[in-house]
């Protein structure tokens, strides 16, 4: 895309914590937490954005508290915005990691007893990466999720301080770093590129056959799997 390296990319890169999958999910979250704290009015539009159903339009949101690592009967919530008695917004982020078998059941139990007026389960994933979500639990893609702060951004970067602008363009293109978001759009070469990595692939893929050929030819055994250009497997 071109975008360039975001701060926050650059900075938990470096960190020791979970040198899995860069740079760990407890990571991505506490990120994630840490930009609805820095930008409250970003985190009430996300609360407003998620309780627009069940909202009665009299009063806007108060800015909630932000929290993670919350200890709840059905486990541990990711990030918790909390609005005081008026609604609770509970959230699970997902990266790489699978869903339990019966988490968000639990939570959802567990979110019943709460005493907020409003309340909701949030639940992101990469797209594709989820498993059963019951009904009462509101399921986004993390493109839906920066799609929606691209468009909030936009809407409101006049009333917000300069430091908040500049964070909330660094955590977009940390998102896109991770391929959790697409905020950039197509280039205007992208077609004519395309075509060229159609020839090439078949370029490649003959010459592929052809080596295959020559090594049993010359009485070599081949490892040949039948490689492809594709779409179905990541390695393709």
Do not use: C
């Not at 701060?7 to 990120?31: A, D, M, N, S, V």
């Not at 990469?126 to 509101?138: F, H």
């Not at 080596?211 to 179905?232: D, T």
Request: proline fraction near 6%; avoid cysteine.
């Amino acid at each position: 895309s071109g975008a360039k390296q975001s701060f926050i990319g650059e900075l938990l890169r470096r960190h020791p914590w979970l040198q899995g999958r860069w740079p760990g999910e407890p990571l991505l979250t506490e990120t994630t937490a840490a930009v609805f704290s820095r930008v409250p009015s970003l985190a009430t539009g996300f609360a407003g954005e998620m309780l627009a159903p069940l909202l009665d339009g009299t009063s806007p949101l108060e800015d909630p508290t932000v929290r993670t690592e919350h200890y709840v009967p059905g486990g541990r919530l990711d990030v918790v915005l909390d609005g005081g008695p008026r609604y609770l917004i509970w959230i699970e982020l997902k990266d790489w990691a699978h869903q339990g078998p019966t988490q968000l059941q639990r939570y959802v139990d567990a979110l019943d007893d709460e005493k907020p007026r409003y309340r909701k389960l949030v639940y992101v994933t990469r797209l594709g990466m989820s498993g059963e979500v019951p009904a009462q639990v509101t399921h986004l893609s993390w493109w839906w999720v920066s799609d929606f702060i691209q468009s909030w951004f936009d809407a409101h970067r006049e009333e917000i301080t300069a430091v908040e602008a500049w964070l909330v363009r660094d955590y977009l293109t940390y998102l896109q770093e991770r391929g959790l978001a697409m905020i950039d759009p197509l280039e205007p070469n992208f077609h004519s590129a395309l075509k060229d990595f159609e020839l090439v692939a078949e370029q490649l893929l003959a010459l592929d056959g052809i080596l295959v050929e020559e090594v049993e030819r010359r009485g070599w055994q081949s490892s040949a799997v039948g490689h492809r250009f594709g779409g179905s497997k990541p390695g393709d």
